[in-house]
């Protein structure tokens, strides 16, 4: 209805004075018009309706709007994202502390009391950016002196705010992704609040955490789900207490085991492919160095990337039992294509043989230089062999990168951390053997080189052989399969070849997920 004017008031009072009269055809006892009568009559019926109808008319006038206090005038136009806050303050503190910004200068407010004024009023966040307080500017002023003026304010206190970035996010659906580095499945919980409302995932997927509120069940999707109904998993603090108390004992156990098979472990890291056939048995890794306790696997924060243009390529690194095939995955790579893939070129101490060429076959360096390089980390590997020192350098691993190319590195499983970083961004390909049955039929033809002595004697694989790889990739897969991207089993050299072959192109062209910690470094 449109409000009614005052003379439609009256009218309608009229109406319903008459209202008894117009009944009376319709009543037939003299009782019942008396009742009408004094019942349409009645003041408070009058007033009643009144009422009513102002009511009707302030919905109808949209009057119930609180009357905003006038914007000041001096707003910049182009600060568009200024907000204009009117807080009344009685004798209770506001509820929101200050601070500096030290790199911008700026007032930020830095934490909001729950509950408070500020919190009640949910017109102020932290992160956003202080600018005025009541028609002062608070650039220049020290966080004390703006406490000051707000600690004498009382009533309406007008505050000039730039909203934080973090509070328009916030409002948004959360962004955060994670990887899985452990398989769950709420089924096997016996601790999860309600196993219907768990998510089950495995080892490297994608996860959406949708709330962190409670300290022990986030709640996730995975990547890509339409579903928008979230699920419990244990948190990250959750999962790492518990597997602290599991640890121990598997690890210590298996690695018992492993130590007296270490020799399965990889002892060399390929020098050049010219020196392949002395580089077997070069030397070994120290083993303590090996079985350094991986840190507690969870999950790792992720984030979209996609190679640009003129980005350095990541750093393909392989790993993989001893003799499952790692050098002639890469001499494949190289073969097909020299001007793409690159390996680095090792550093030796010993001295240059006359057909070798400093540069090309090895970085040829003294000794002394040698140890003061191992002793400023210039070495992702290294070791001795027959009172001579090789390595691989980082800046080796870098000058390839820098030209563009793909770098192709095999190191030992324990070095991948070292890799871990935003420069490297290393994609890491775990080559397994396939079973024993497969690697008698597959290696029936193949020679290996001996390691028993110097010379460059070459042998059949042995069953022993077989066996120790199988269960030098098992230790390994149990210790670090969260730091590997793929598996490819080499099984048919061809097949894994042309495997490795795809997923590095897909790297190089499509966007993936990354830690999110390689993007700002
Ligand atoms: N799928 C396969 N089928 C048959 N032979 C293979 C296969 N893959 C590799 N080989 C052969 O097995 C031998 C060992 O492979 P390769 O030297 O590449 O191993 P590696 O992982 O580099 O080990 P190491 O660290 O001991 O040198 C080589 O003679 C290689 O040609």
Redesign the pocket.
Known sequence: FPPLSTGEQEGLYELLAALPSQLQPHVNCSEDNTFLQDMFGERSLHSLVKSLLSVHDAVAQKKYDPELPPLPEDIDDDEDSVKIIRLVKNKEPLGATIRRDESTGAIIVARIMKGGPADRSGLIHVGDELKEVNGIPVDDKKPEEIIRILAQSQGAITFKVVPGAKDEASLKEPQMFVKALFDYDPKDDNTIPCKEAGLAFKKGCILQIMSQDDATWWQAKHEGDTNPRAGLIPSKQFQERRLAFQQPVTTLSSLRRSTRRSSGF???F?LSRRD?KT??SMYEAKKSEMYDMADVPTYEEVVPYGRQRGDKHRLVVLV????????????KLLISDPQHFSVTIPHTSRPKKNQETDGVDYHFISKQLFETDIQNNKFIEHGEYKGNFYGTSLDSIRSILSKKKVCLL?VQPHLIKHLRTAEFKPFVVF?KPPTVDRLRE??K?????SGKDDKDSTKP?TEEDFQEMVNTAQTMETQYSHLFEMVIV????DV?FSELQLALKKVETETHWIPVSWTHS
Do not use: M, Y
């Not at 993989?320 to 001499?331: H, I």
């Not at 033809?445 to 080189?449: G, L, P």
């Not at 080499?490 to 050299?493: C, I, P, R």
């Open positions: 990889r002892r060399s390929r392949r580089t077997k993989g039992p001893t003799g499952v095939g790692l050098s002639e995955l890469k001499k095999d080559v597959t290696r033809k193949t020679q290996i080189i694989f080499n099984d048919n050299v894994a």
